[in-house]
């Protein structure tokens, strides 16, 4: 079991850009999230998926679209790319909604120039 | 408004050595918590956690303390390792609410 991936690893956009966050999981579970996490400011939700066809806004959603494609798949899309976006981005997901145990991926580094 | 607070964003310990983690919320309708572990470029890995109902939940060397009239909680870890050395998250939940983080304790475990 691979448990939650993502793609990329890395990655460096010009302002302006736009770009998607994959994440996939394994586990069978029915709820994913998007979180960032920013120096000093610990991790706070973008949007999160209770179950596959739902999406809701989590503490900063502003600039981010979210897409659940599939139970496994929930992927993050940044339309139009700003330096506040500059940040560490980790999928998770878990067996059920809510603040249960979540099971994270590995990141995704974004620097937006 | 800070819903769940970690005051320290750092703290030494010897090994062999107890290490306490601590954390406050101020939400009442919180009634399930978490600790998480996060090495430098891997994602958070899940610790421990601890339903309002208890009070201790005990899992190796591990240990979380939940006095909620106190609104607190702590996570022991005894006795600390060097391996131990990594970023605490506390998190909590209340209902069908997502998780709320507090913003990490960096814990150095020196040999």
């Known amino acids: 079991n691979a448990g939650v991936t993502q793609t990329p690893k890395f990655q460096v956009l010009k302002t302006g850009q736009s770009m998607t966050l994959q994440c996939a999981q394994d586990?069978?579970?029915?709820?994913m999230y998007w979180y960032r996490q920013d120096p000093g400011m610990g991790l706070r939700l973008i949007y999160y998926s209770a179950s596959e066809g739902t999406t809701d806004k989590g503490e900063v959603p502003n600039g981010y679209n979210v897409s659940r494609l599939n139970k496994r798949e929930f992927s993050l899309r940044l339309e139009s790319a700003a330096p506040s976006q500059t940040s560490v981005y980790f999928c998770?997901?878990?067996?059920?909604?809510?603040?249960?145990?979540?099971?994270f991926g590995p990141g995704t580094r974004l620097t937006v120039t | 408004d800070q819903q769940v607070k970690q005051n320290s964003p750092s703290l030494s310990v010897q090994e062999g050595r107890i290490s306490i983690l601590n954390c406050d919320y101020t939400n009442s309708m919180f009634d399930y918590f978490l600790w998480y572990k996060k090495y430098p470029a891997e994602g958070p890995t899940f610790l421990i956690s601890?339903?309002?109902?208890?009070d201790k939940n005990e899992d190796g060397r591990f240990t979380v303390f939940l006095n909620k009239s106190a609104k607190h909680l702590s996570l022991h870890i005894v006795p600390s390792q060097p391996g131990d050395s990594a970023v605490y998250f506390c998190a909590a939940s209340g209902g069908y609410s997502t998780l709320t983080f507090g913003k990490g304790t960096m814990l150095l475990v020196s040999p």
């Open positions: 586990m069978n579970h029915n709820s």
């Open positions: 601890i339903s309002s109902i208890k």
């Open positions: 998770a997901s878990s067996g059920v909604a809510g603040g249960y145990e979540q099971y």
